[in-house]
């Protein structure tokens, strides 16, 4: 028996996994169901040839784990999502864009290849940053490179809050990745190397805006490596916090928002809209409450990048009937829709919670950047 078969044959037949499935939501003939992904594990155990929608539909998933949620008898489908791309690694089948990202990983700390010399640019002379400190602010890729005023304006409220974090000289990316493709090997030697760095500073907590940084690091890197010495936070958890304790104080925004939720937190949606409460917004929930995944990440992008569009569009479309902006705490998410609509002359009113919260508390902050 292989692993994972006993899971695989308790499928019960009831589809729910279709219905909730980004990437079934937008293709033609449920060609692209999650049921459909795991069926091909025997075949690919058995080194047999895929049919291009067999292998297509393997690497159509962001590993959101919206299916993981609705499936009755509880079968592991991003887990089984993660052994079947391992194992097309290891027979050297994977897509061409999943091992050339995987490496951008491993050789530049990116997976876009960005210029590690720039991934600090986002600071600015007014953000009290120290030399030295137990606490730490992790940026994460998509905020350094794509959306710096996420990185100030958390650090302005940390600094309104008497809290001065250092940054991590030798940051580097999570390696979610190389963790959603099955590289589980080079994951766990990059966790090692990115641990041992950071308590090599004496480094009590890590401060996290992204919420894959934040998952990798506290969930994912003791599996991979070890526990570690220091504690990892989402910043919204912080900031949530501090609104309770009066800390922070926001000031009213007359806006209705819909909320773009993020995956890896998905199941602590409580925390963006208690903060966003705070303020006094009104939030209109996007797909009635249901979770719908942006369609970016795990490779879907640069593997499928038609499909992840049309996945994009559904936040976009279904905020727009109800809701004057979209509010995201997830800053790949702000990357991919915010470029699709750019390529689609789309009209886009998105911002980051953090942003939202910075203006409510001090008012716009952008003179402070120009």
């Not at 069926?39 to 049919?51: D, M």
């Not at 004496?202 to 994912?220: E, F, H």
């Not at 559904?314 to 009937?321: A, T």
Request: proline share 5%.
């Amino acid at each position: 028996m292989h692993r994972f078969q006993k899971e695989i044959s308790s499928c019960i037949d009831c589809k729910k996994c279709w219905d909730v499935c980004p990437a079934n939501m937008v293709t033609e003939g449920n060609r692209f169901t999650p049921q459909g992904k795991i069926e091909s594990l025997a075949k690919i155990i058995a080194g047999e040839e895929l049919t291009q929608d067999e292998m297509d539909n393997i690497y159509l998933s962001t590993r959101c784990g919206a299916c993981d949620d609705v499936c009755p008898v509880d079968i592991p489908i991003t887990d089984i999502i993660q052994y079947e791309r391992e194992l097309l690694a290891q027979q050297g089948r994977e897509p061409a864009k999943t091992t050339a990202i995987s490496m951008n990983i491993i050789e530049r700390n990116s997976p876009g290849s960005m210029d590690p010399s720039t991934r600090f640019d986002w600071v600015t002379d007014d953000l009290e940053i120290a030399e030295n400190s137990d606490i730490a602010y992790m940026t994460g890729c998509w905020i350094a490179h794509s959306q710096p005023d996420i990185a100030r304006s958390t650090i302005r409220l940390l600094n309104h809050a008497g809290i001065k974090p250092m940054l991590l000289k030798e940051e580097k990316c999570c390696g979610l990745f190389l963790i959603d493709n099955g590289h589980l090997e080079e994951a766990a030697s990059h966790a090692k190397g990115f641990v041992d760095y950071i308590e090599s500073l004496g480094v009590k907590k890590v401060i996290a805006s992204c919420p894959g940084c934040y998952l990798v690091l506290g969930q994912d890197y003791p599996k991979l490596y070890r526990e570690l010495n220091f504690e990892v936070e989402h910043s919204l958890n912080l900031f949530r916090d501090m609104i309770a304790d009066g800390t922070l104080k926001p000031g009213k925004l007359d806006y209705t928002v819909s909320v773009r939720d993020a995956c890896p937190l998905r199941k602590s949606k409580d925390v963006p809209r208690s903060i966003l409460e705070s303020m006094g917004v009104e939030v209109k929930e996007l797909f009635d409450g249901k979770h719908v995944c942006c369609g970016g990440p795990a490779g879907f992008k640069p593997n499928f990048p038609e499909i992840s569009s049309d996945v994009a569009m559904l936040s976009v479309q279904d905020y727009k009937k109800k809701a004057d902006m979209m509010i995201s705490y997830c800053p790949f998410c702000m990357h991919h829709i915010g470029g699709v609509c750019k390529s689609k002359d789309e009209e886009l009113n998105m911002k980051d919670i953090s942003v939202l919260l910075a203006e409510s508390i001090f008012g716009d902050v952008k003179e402070a950047e120009s």
